[in-house]
């Protein structure tokens, strides 16, 4: 009975875990997890700066303003004497030219989330293995080891 119990909430907080890798994560300000940062990664030639993309409230997708020509606009000092070329958008791959753009996002809601129920799962082992240590030193009556092969 102790054996079918300990495999089924192993299994349930497994399959929490692994749902929350999978899931996005809409309502997390319903936790008061903080919406994360965007960030503008300009590569040009074989170096690149960071920049925060500017967002306002009305920002639905500020990822769309990380574009070369942003970067370009900056005047970042790793950007001097780089061009755009004329891509054809039949065969473009996005690294035509001196400048790529790559958007992404720091500390957001799922990757808070994440982490913090990884953290809370490895202390309540850590406390279930103390409490168990504890028991077995008190010679307590309870048989901790059924079901397992000795």
Not at 18 to 28: D, F, G, R
Not at 87 to 93: E, H, V, W
Request: proline share 5%; glycine share 6%.
């Amino acid at each position: 009975m102790l054996k079918v119990l300990h495999w089924t909430i192993s299994a349930a907080l497994v399959s929490l875990y692994a749902s929350l890798l999978v899931y996005p994560v809409p309502a997390a300000a319903q936790f008061g997890l903080k919406q994360g940062s965007y960030w503008c990664k300009c590569i040009c030639f074989s170096n690149y700066t960071i920049l925060p993309v500017p967002t306002t409230e009305q920002t639905t997708q500020p990822c769309l303003t990380c574009t070369k020509k942003w970067c370009l606009d900056q005047e970042i000092s790793t950007c001097a004497g780089a061009v755009l070329e004329p891509i054809n958008p039949d065969t473009a791959t996005g690294k035509e030219g001196d400048v790529e753009a790559r958007c992404f996002e720091r500390d957001s809601p799922r990757d808070q989330l994440v982490v913090t129920v990884f953290l809370v799962l490895v202390f309540g082992l850590l406390v279930g293995a103390a409490v168990k240590g504890r028991m077995e030193q008190t010679n307590s009556t309870l048989n901790w080891n059924v079901g397992t092969r000795r």
